[in-house]
Each structure stands twice: as C-alpha cells, then as structure tokens.
C-alpha cells in the first residue's frame, strides 16, 4: 500500500518504490491524486511468471502539498474500518466467541486523558 502526495519529488520516489516492490512480486495499490506516470507505474505487471493485483484509489484533486494527507487519512481510516468489519463477519461465521475484533471496542487498545 502506497500513499504519495503531488510534489513531483514525492511522484518520483514512490514510482521507484512501486518498481522494487513490483520486482519482488509484490501486489500494489495507490492512494494517491490522479497522475498518469502513477496510473502506469502501478497498472503494468512486472511480469507474466505470477500473478499481479494492482489498485488506484483516487483522491480529488486540491493543488496542495498538505490537504491529500487528510484525504488520505480519512480512506484509511474507512479501509481500516471495512477490513474490520469483514474481519468480525468471518469470525462470527466461524462461531469464534470473543474474537476481539468489532470496530467500535477494540481490544487491548488503552485510552487516556491529559489534563494539565
């Protein structure tokens, strides 16, 4: 999973990042602002010895460096809570009592408040 913002530095990084990952028979998937050298960089398989899952998820565009970092947050935050939920559905199925997995109380998670 690949999160990147629009600085061309950054575009640039995270397309070597893919490349290695590609190589070392690694599934990809984008969170990113449209870019047509990211769509390609993700879309194109490494090769045809084994199979190759891509996906791009994309954000709107701001033109900002700082506001697809919360745009980004917020689909992981969602993908987080999806994969929890399909987590909990198969567990349940299983008939696992006390699984630990339900999105609204996390277990082994601590929670504390500073007041000053």
Known sequence: MFITTPR????NLT??????HKIRGANVYLIAEDNNDLREAVS???SSVF??????????RTDSIILPIFSISVVLQLLA?????????FLNRLEII??????????????????D
Request: proline share 10%; no cysteine.
């Open 44 to 46: 194109v398989a490494p």
């Open 8 to 11: 061309e530095l950054d575009i």
């Open 81 to 89: 809570l999806n994969m929890s939920l399909k987590k909990m559905e």
């Open 98 to 115: 006390n699984h630990g997995v339900h999105p609204d109380v996390p277990k082994n998670v601590s929670k504390s408040i500073t007041v």
């Open 51 to 60: 199979p190759y899952r891509h996906g791009y998820i994309t954000l709107p």
């Open 15 to 20: 397309i070597s990042q893919i490349n290695t």
